[in-house]
């Protein structure tokens, strides 16, 4: 399978801990991006990557929040102290180098729930 | 920042008849409108999308219409099938200045649930 994967599927946490996400995007996507999506909601922007580098940051993105893309190939999500607001769907995204082109490939997505 | 209105957000069609979902958009310099179809449990798939030098695109059962005078685009699925039946989602997004500056982040709507009645 070639497409975006994500680790794990599902989470079950208690408030306060802390969780980590995993996203491996399509071979070659220099592009990635991560998304929150609530029920009933569409999927907002959280964070994006080109390379390795993190360029952009949503105002959703608190100080418990940190994504980090080491080498440019997979990424990671970090949520510190969850909070039960933070139950929800996270997304991310690949899409080609190319700058004029953004077709965006999303994985499955990591339901968390926080108790 | 974008906005971007959905309508309507449940909709439902007897098998074999046509389904179209509206969308509009605030940002003048949004270019790039994709759609997406949510399963239960997966993450969005892309089914189509379009830029704004395009009016029109179709593929199969499936078009998008783009009307950037007025700011809204539409998905038109014609000869619906029970397996159409999913939550469809519409977004735009804006081309940075230059490589680098920013994301091409998406602006999603708040979905479309369809279902198809056999």
């Known amino acids: 399978d070639t497409g975006v994967s994500q680790d794990p599927r599902h989470k079950i946490t208690k408030r306060g801990q802390n969780v980590t996400f995993r996203c491996d995007p399509i071979?070659?996507?220099?592009?990635l991006y991560w998304y929150r999506q609530t029920l009933g909601q569409g999927p907002e922007f959280l964070t994006y990557?080109?390379?390795?580098?993190?360029?952009?940051k949503s105002r959703l993105l608190s100080d418990r929040f940190s994504a980090e893309r080491p080498k440019g190939s997979f990424s990671t999500l970090e949520i510190q102290r969850t909070e039960q607001g933070d139950s929800a769907m996270y997304l991310c995204?690949?899409?080609?180098?190319?700058?004029?082109?953004?077709?965006?490939?999303f994985g499955p997505g990591t339901r968390l729930t926080v108790l | 920042g974008e906005n971007v209105e959905q309508h309507p957000s449940t909709l439902s069609v007897q098998e074999g008849d046509s389904a179209v979902i509206k969308c509009t958009y605030s940002?003048?310099?949004?270019?790039?409108f994709p759609w997406y179809k949510q399963e239960l449990g997966k993450g969005p798939q892309l089914i189509i999308d379009i830029r704004s030098n395009v009016g029109e695109k179709k593929d199969q059962r499936i078009a998008v219409t783009l009307n950037k005078t007025a700011k809204h685009f539409s998905l038109h699925i014609t000869e619906t099938q029970p397996e159409d039946s999913a939550v469809y989602f519409c977004a735009a997004s804006r081309k940075p200045p230059y490589s680098g500056a920013g994301s091409y982040q998406l602006t999603f709507g708040k979905g479309t649930k369809l279902s198809v009645i056999p």
């Open positions: 940002d003048s310099a949004s270019n790039y």
């Open positions: 071979s070659e996507h220099n592009r």
């Open positions: 990557f080109q390379n390795e580098a993190q360029l952009e």
């Open positions: 995204a690949s899409s080609p180098s190319d700058f004029s082109y953004n077709e965006q490939f």
